[in-house]
């Protein structure tokens, strides 16, 4: 059973669009919510992380929008670049997990000039 | 310089054979991790280890061991490599204590088990 769960393998923007990409999640505990970019041929490296005591959590062109009650997050990505196709991962923790971080299944972002 | 080292980046066994994947990293960091990334999946936590033989499975352990016996090393064995083993694994650390750490990959080991 899929914890953390990634609402599309794929998405493609053209350059300068919003790009929106959907996370929802099982486990009413996790409190931590952390986004993961990865290259291809490179390990993912974080981009943006919230937790759950906030519903927002901006960083540039970035921005993570959290319902609690819904239990899903969504990536905003503003004006949208070449140079940020890549693989997003929306990833999930809780306190009692013992450090464990639990990934979705990825989304592959293109973005077209 | 905050990096995580992976060898082999890339390696081709046959079935059956013992594989050894090794990670490295300079961060003095306490916890470090075993993940495989597979299309459509993401990446599975395979194991854990808080420190030096502190070690925890994690949701795919079977088939794997692990050992840790300097803080900055942690090391994948595979006994007896078996086809559906074929995969890219990525070592990662992170600083110990609560959850909400940052972690650290290395590039991937990318396995091909024919």
């Known amino acids: 059973q899929q914890q953390v769960r990634q609402s599309s393998q794929s998405l493609t923007v053209w350059e300068g669009e919003t790009a929106i990409l959907n996370c929802s999640y099982e486990n009413s505990a996790f409190d931590y919510f952390p986004w993961y970019q990865q290259f291809p041929g490179e390990g993912p490296a974080l981009l943006i992380a919230?937790?759950?005591?906030?519903d927002k959590k901006e960083d540039g062109r970035f921005t993570i929008f959290f319902n609690k009650r819904e239990k899903n997050l969504s990536l905003h990505i503003k004006d949208s670049q070449p140079g940020d196709s890549a693989t997003y991962f929306c990833?999930?923790?809780?306190?009692?997990?013992?450090?464990?971080?639990?990934f979705g299944q990825g989304t592959i972002l293109k973005v077209y000039l | 310089d905050m990096k995580v080292t992976q060898m082999p980046r890339y390696l081709i066994k046959r079935m059956g054979e013992n594989v050894l994947l090794e990670c490295g990293q300079d961060?003095?960091?306490?916890?470090m991790y075993w993940y495989r990334q597979d299309p459509g999946l993401g990446l599975q936590l395979i194991y854990i280890?808080?420190?030096?033989?502190?070690?925890s499975e994690g949701d795919i352990p079977k088939g794997y061991r692990v050992s840790r016996k300097k803080r900055e090393h942690f090391s994948l064995i595979l006994d007896s490599a078996k086809t559906n083993q074929t995969s890219v694994y990525f070592c990662a650390s992170s600083f110990g204590g609560n959850s909400g750490n940052t972690l650290y990959f290395g590039e991937g080991s990318r396995l091909i088990v024919v």
């Open positions: 280890s808080y420190d030096v033989d502190s070690n």
């Open positions: 919230i937790r759950s005591v906030s």
């Open positions: 961060m003095s960091h306490e916890t």
């Open positions: 990833a999930a923790s809780a306190p009692s997990s013992g450090q464990k971080l639990v």
